[in-house]
């Protein structure tokens, strides 16, 4: 029972240009959303999270929106850089320790 | 400043033959988190655990498994009887339980077992 979603696999975007990453889920109990960036042969790395009661937060280059009715999230990064090429997975927080996790998306920044 | 650190990093061992791993969590942090990652898939979570105490289990926790934490601190996941199937990244990570920030759990470099 995949809770997370993530849809696209992979994603390649110009430096510079704006990067989004999406994200749907199914439960509605999710209280906060996290998106993590992990690089080859290292644990993942957490960039930016969400409150369920939020539509936006913002982190530098990084911005979150959560949209409930959809329940959908993207993550915004703009401009991106090719330090940003990395898998980036999306999180989702119930009862604030049980966290599920989607597949990931690869994303490339080419210069 | 010391984040979640593993031991070892790699571990090759035959069907078969038990494994232990270590985690070390940063060292303010209450809330200690073992995971499972196969290729192309997010971290599955298996267990967690609040000071010393296992508050839960995944049903991916087989009888095979099992995880301590005995003072609080590092905690470590041994797998009896190693399967091939068992062969994975095993990521442990820590949170500081209450954080207004949906306590973020931070992540160790993972220990990646291949069993022959």
């Given at each position: 029972d995949q809770q997370v979603k993530q849809n696209s696999p992979s994603l390649s975007v110009q430096e510079g240009r704006i990067s989004i990453l999406n994200c749907d889920y199914?439960?509605?109990?999710?209280?906060y959303f996290l998106w993590y960036k992990k690089y080859p042969a290292e644990g993942p790395t957490f960039l930016i999270s969400i409150s369920s009661i939020k539509d936006k937060n913002e982190d530098g280059r990084f911005t979150v929106f959560l949209n409930k009715s959809a329940k959908h999230l993207s993550l915004h990064i703009?401009?991106?850089?090719?330090?940003?090429s990395a898998v980036y997975f999306c999180a989702a927080l119930v009862n604030n320790n049980d966290m599920r996790f989607g597949a990931g998306t690869r994303l490339t920044v080419k210069p | 400043d010391t984040g979640v650190s593993q031991d070892p990093r790699h571990k090759i061992t035959k069907r078969g033959q038990n494994v232990t791993f270590r985690c070390d969590p940063i060292?303010?942090?209450?809330r200690l988190y073992w995971y499972r990652q196969t290729l192309g898939q997010g971290p599955e979570f298996l267990t967690y655990f609040q000071n010393e105490a296992q508050l839960e289990k995944s049903?991916?926790?087989?009888?095979r498994f099992s995880a301590e934490r005995p003072k609080g601190s590092f905690s470590t996941l041994e797998i009896q009887?190693?399967?091939?199937?068992?062969s994975a990244m095993y990521l442990c990570a820590s949170s500081l339980a209450g954080?207004?920030?949906?306590?973020p759990q931070y992540f160790g470099p993972g220990t990646r077992l291949l069993v022959l």
């Open positions: 199914t439960n509605s109990m999710f209280d703009v401009p991106s850089q090719p330090g940003d | 060292s303010e942090h209450n049903r991916l926790l087989s009888d009887r190693t399967e091939q199937g068992d954080d207004s920030s949906g306590s």
